[in-house]
């Protein structure tokens, strides 16, 4: 097995993964990026220096294409897997009375089967690399509160939490970390989406509003902070992190807050 640490990125091609991607490849890591993205991927791939890199066409919702990943990453790494960061995934709002539901159907065969598949696929993986090895998930600001037209988007990303909180108690014994990364709003290509009830885009919109959006460059160090941390969801963002508490301490007010500003509406 290869002295070498890996790891396994979703949603490679762009955003969040590319950036997580870098950062660990600069810290010495043998990194690799999947997505459906082919271009995406190339383009990556060409930003990583040094040839500790690798990539892979992987649609997560195929369990079987999550095997042949794997393993052929582990195969290009030395025998190992160290972290797998199970980060693709898609966004649709409207109001759920409303919404297709082939869209439905995507969010949660994307955001929630394709993390699921991805983490029954990492166990033998990250068993093998154990204690050290680690599951991170991306779940969402939209993973901490329920927010109006995003009642499907809301409902994959609380279970990438849920299914955090018991993969940890199903693997503490095996010794591999499980955390989830919930960020607010981050400067990705997702936010660049336009409105077709407005003509803005995301971005432009809550940049109107006045709400927070972090640069994508925030979200690595939270990530390698998961991957060497003990605790369950990481936050990015202030945002985030003030909603994440207010939830705790004090459900009520942002359950008046959610009825009264709709804060998904225009998302």
Known sequence: ?????????TGGASGIGREVALYFAKRGWFVGIADVDQQGLED?????EGGYKYAHRLDVRDRAAWDEALQAFSTAAGGRIDVVFNNAGIGHGGPLAEQPAEEIEQ??????????????????HLKKTAPGSALIST????????????????????????????????WAADGITVASLCPGFI????????????????????TEAGVEVSPVSDVPEVVWNAVHGDKLHYTVGKMAGRLMKLKRWLPGRVRKEMRSQGVGAEI
Do not use: H
């Open 107 to 124: 969010l949660v065969a994307v955001n929630m089967k394709g993390v699921l598949f991805g983490a029954q696929a990492a166990y033998p």
């Open 44 to 48: 990556t791939l060409g930003l990583i």
């Open 1 to 9: 097995m290869s002295e070498r640490r890996s790891i396994f990125i």
């Open 187 to 206: 400067d990705t290509p997702l936010i660049e989406q336009t409105n077709p009830d407005s003509n803005m885009s995301v971005k432009e919109t809550l």
């Open 139 to 170: 779940a969402s600001l939209a993973g901490i509160i329920g927010a109006p037209n995003l009642s499907a988007y809301c409902a994959t990303k609380w279970g990438v939490r849920g299914m955090t909180e018991a993969l940890d108690a199903e």
